[in-house]
């Protein structure tokens, strides 16, 4: 994307409004690193006016890089408010990948809509560092033989994820980079 959109400028002023908090001590990120800069992509889209605009901001883009999909999600509680909104905005549907089996009735891993071999699926996530989580719902969905067409973070925090998707033939397209909120990179470990 060369020239950013409206939409793109509405969503990052979002993120980098409600979502970047610098803070003066270090803290430590699930990639076990310390970092200044916390990013809460779940306070950035509160709201259904402004989840619905990094949603139409995330289709725009998937559409901009050929990304196309019949189903959306990833791993729970970071991707679920994305799924959603990117659902409702596009008409596809959505699906949640638990961090543990459901222990009763159908005992899975994957809420939502049921995924079927061969169906086209984005998957997504607020905030990226390593992709570890992203990679943990990939490999929870791909024996179910569908195909991951694209993975679409809202803010990724370094270069670490994209090497991993590239490894695994995925586009990697983050709607918002550490290099636009003017951040450190998260460092490979």
């Known amino acids: 994307m060369t020239e950013r959109s409206e939409l793109w400028q509405a969503a990052f002023d979002l993120i980098r409004t409600r979502g970047h908090e610098r803070r003066e001590q270090p803290f430590k990120l699930a990639s076990g690193q310390l970092s200044h800069d916390y990013i809460d992509g779940k306070y950035a889209v509160d709201t259904g006016e402004r989840l619905t605009i990094v949603s139409r901001a995330v289709a725009e883009l998937a559409a901009e890089h050929g990304i196309e999909f019949d189903a959306v999600g990833g791993l729970t509680m970071g991707a679920d ?17 638990r961090k543990e089996q459901k222990q009763r009735g159908r005992e899975q891993w994957v809420e939502g809509t049921r ?18 989580s ?32 590239a490894e695994r033939n995925v586009r990697f397209v983050p709607l918002v980079t550490y290099r636009d909120l003017g951040i450190d990179p998260i460092k490979p470990v």
């Not at 995924?115 to 570890?132: A, E, F, H, N, Y």
């Not at 943990?136 to 990724?156: E, K, N, S």
């Open 81 to 97: 408010p994305l799924a959603h909104g990117i659902a409702m905005v596009t008409g596809a549907a959505w699906f949640s990948v």
């Open 115 to 132: 995924l079927q071999p061969g169906m086209r699926v984005l998957l997504v996530d607020d905030v990226i560092s390593t992709g570890g």
């Open 134 to 165: 992203t990679a943990l719902a990939f490999d929870r969905i791909a024996p179910l033989g569908v195909v991951v067409t694209g993975v679409i973070p809202m803010v990724d925090r370094g270069d670490v994820a994209a090497k991993l998707f």
